[in-house]
């Protein structure tokens, strides 16, 4: 049988390799159904949980993990620091801690490292309104470090983060991010900005960690997952555990929940294979048409 690895963070924290992600729409019906999948997820075994107070599944996090009737304790729960509250750190914790209905979170991440206007994140044409003066990256941070020192978090780090939005945080950082959350599959292999977090002794979780339909159906990708009997998320999924990522997933179904957690391990040419695939392709989060995500360049993000 197979059993999920951990990856040891910089604070000695033991982290599930395969986490459950809950991002489940912008509808309020939709966030209020997750319950019942995330509830089964978490039958199937799943303890490192990925929520964010941006998705609205934070209450949906803490009322399936109560439902389960496994200990809090049992569990790994990540949420994360909207783009628009830097600068009232505190206060969003507390909201996110009063969503889920818990007393702790295991990490917590700075979501994006540009700051929107607190009041009102989006113009009248519904693009994004970046706030005037915001908190520097480095300001943000040492919020994340007081809330650390609280306990009502147990490990800080960032999400969407290159190595351009990292140095100035490890300028001044008294506590280096645990973990950077960022898009990261076989067509975006983000080969340089692993190397620069290893090298800091920063965790990198992949999102989008099977690399939706467009990955899933590569030729090369379907030849090693007809090899090995399984199916290429699965193959995704184990090339992330092959370089000692974490893997961030997600799925309704019941099947595939218990399948992404069951992986094989890889062979060497595989594994190369998959390495060859990278395009610095981005299937997640990509720029609009005016060339910018969220307000900023391609160039400002470090991406
Ligand atoms: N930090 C950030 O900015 C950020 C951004 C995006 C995502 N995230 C986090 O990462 C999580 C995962 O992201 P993601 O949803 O893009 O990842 P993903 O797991 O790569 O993609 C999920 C999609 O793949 C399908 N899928 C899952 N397993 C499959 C399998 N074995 N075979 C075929 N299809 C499969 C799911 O469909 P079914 O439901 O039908 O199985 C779902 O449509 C999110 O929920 C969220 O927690 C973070």
Redesign the pocket.
């Known amino acids: 049988m197979f059993i999920v690895p951990s990856v040891k963070l910089n604070s000695g924290a033991l982290v599930p390799a395969v986490g459950f ?3 489940a729409g912008l509808s309020v019906q939709g966030r209020e159904a997750s319950i019942a999948w995330i509830l089964t997820a978490l039958k199937a075994g799943y303890r490192h949980i ?3 107070q941006m ?1 609205g599944t934070e209450h949906a996090v803490g009322e399936a993990i109560r439902q389960s009737g496994i200990p809090r304790e049992q569990f790994f729960v990540t949420t ?1 620091l909207p783009w628009n509250h830097p600068g009232r750190v505190k206060e969003s914790l507390d909201e996110s801690l009063k969503n889920a209905g818990l007393d702790y979170y295991d990490l917590y991440l700075i ?2 490292p540009q700051v929107l206007a607190y009041e009102e994140p989006k113009n009248e044409d519904g693009s994004t309104k970046l706030a005037v003066n915001p908190p520097s990256l480095s300001e943000t941070w040492a919020e994340m470090e007081s809330v650390l020192a609280t306990g009502k978090v147990k490990n800080i780090g960032v ?2 983060f290159s190595i351009k939005t990292l140095e100035p945080i490890l300028k001044t950082a008294k506590v280096v991010p645990a973990v950077n ?1 960022v ?1 990261l ?1 076989p067509y975006l292999a983000q080969n340089d900005l692993l190397a620069y977090c290893k090298d800091k002794g920063i965790a990198i979780a992949a ?6 339909a467009p990955v ?1 159906n590569d030729p090369t990708m379907l030849a090693i997952a007809s090899k090995y009997g399984v ?1 290429p ?2 193959i995704a999924l184990a090339w992330h555990l092959s370089r000692g990522t974490i893997a ?6 019941i099947e ?1 929940q218990k ?2 957690k069951d992986l094989p391990t890889l062979a060497s040419e595989d594994i190369q294979a998959i390495n060859a695939l990278d395009k610095g392709q981005r299937l ?2 990509g720029p609009g048409p005016e060339g910018k995500i969220v307000g900023w360049t391609l160039e400002q993000l470090g991406w």
């Open positions: 992600g809950t991002w990925d929520t964010a998705y994360k979501h994006w999400s969407n959350q898009e599959h999102y989008s960690s099977t690399g939706w899933r199916s998320a699965r961030v997933t997600a799925s309704k179904n595939r399948e992404n997640c989060k």
